[in-house]
T-cell receptor, first 117, second 111 residues
Framework: GAGVSQSPRYKVAKRGQDVALRCDPI?????LFWYQQALGQGPEFLTY????????KSGLPSDRFFAERPEGSVSTLKIQRTQQEDSAVYLC???????????????FGPGTRLTVL | QKEVEQDPGPLSVPEGAIVSLNCTYS??????FMWYRQYSRKGPELLMY????GNKEDGRFTAQVDKSSKYISLFIRDSQPSDSATYLC???????????FGTGTRLLVSP
């Protein structure tokens, strides 16, 4: 079956431009996460949605970062006035809703590699 | 200091070797411990997870968690060139919350 898809796969932006990154989660997955992975580092949490509700945005590095999931399916991560330090791979992950004590596996997409010049 | 520490490597081993990867952490609230594998230009994929302390085995892979020492390990037996990837440890407070990752260890298995 189809996994998590992200688009575009690669994005080059000039400093100061706005960018929008899209995530299509696995159908039926209630939870959606965004992570940022800098070169040579592990992914770092940005924000979390349960359906259309943004329940945790504590990882967003500044108010230039904004995420939405208006219909509880596709999500968009928007970065305004991009800076060089925003260059990273942005990963999206989705999982089923909370089920007991089991780990609800987060399935990751391939990521969007953002380069800010 | 990061919540999760992991040696970035690279770790180079010959085919057939036993590989030991590990992470330490500082937050005693973590209850779920995962190992993800990430190939170049791909997203992480789950290898194994363990709830609380103990061991778990799946084929050539064994995961160990020692909560008293805040130390987790992943062992790979009979390593193959196809195991060459970056191995990320990850932890969470519950089964459905955000993951906190280590830096990742790059593993190279030579034929």
């Amino acid at each position: 079956g189809a996994g998590v898809s992200q688009s575009p796969r690669y994005k080059v932006a000039k400093r100061g431009q706005d960018v929008a990154l899209r995530c299509d989660p696995i159908s039926g997955h209630v939870s959606l996460f965004w992570y940022q992975q800098a070169l040579g580092q592990g992914p770092e949490f940005l924000t979390y949605f349960q359906n259309e509700a943004q329940l945790d945005k504590s990882g967003l590095p500044s108010d230039r970062f904004f995420a939405e999931r208006p219909e509880g399916s596709v999500s968009t991560l928007k970065i305004q006035r991009t800076q060089q330090e925003d260059s990273a791979v942005y990963l999206c992950a989705s999982s089923l809703a909370f089920i007991g004590d089991s780990y609800n596996e987060q399935f990751f997409g391939p990521g969007t590699r953002l380069t800010v010049l | 200091q990061k919540e999760v520490e992991q040696d970035p490597g690279p770790l180079s081993v010959p085919e057939g070797a036993i590989v030991s990867l590990n992470c330490t952490y500082s937050n005693s609230a973590f209850q779920y411990f995962m190992w993800y594998r990430q190939y170049s230009r791909k997203g992480p994929e789950l290898l194994m997870y363990t709830y609380s302390s103990g061991n778990k085995e799946d084929g050539r892979f064994t995961a160990q968690v020692d909560k008293s020492s805040k130390y987790i390990s992943l062992f790979i037996r009979d390593s193959q060139p196809s195991d060459s990837a970056t191995y990320l440890c990850a932890m969470s407070r519950s089964g459905f919350q955000k993951l906190v990752f280590g830096t990742g260890t790059r593993l190279l298995v030579s034929p």
